[in-house]
């Protein structure tokens, strides 16, 4: 699946991804390859992206949002620090 991540000044990760991890207002969930459609809040925490190269890339994010349609992920975030 494609994943994109933005923040309002730029663009953090654009590739291919079998697995993502967000941290949503009502706990952490994990979008994988033909996930049904979803548009959520983000609160505070971790976003994991297991990249389709096998690279695990983590994200500390203070807020955000993410949508999941037709095998594309866009996460909209604010606070970012890579750790």
Known sequence: MNVVILTPEKE???GDA???KVPSLG???????NHAPVVSALG?????????EG???VYHINSGFVKVLSN???ILVQGLQEE
């Open 12 to 14: 953090v990760f654009k």
């Open 18 to 20: 079998t697995s993502v």
């Open 27 to 33: 706990g952490e969930f994990e979008v994988l390859n």
């Open 44 to 52: 505070s925490g971790n976003v994991r992206v297991l990249t389709g």
């Open 55 to 57: 690279d695990r890339l």
């Open 72 to 74: 594309e992920v866009s």
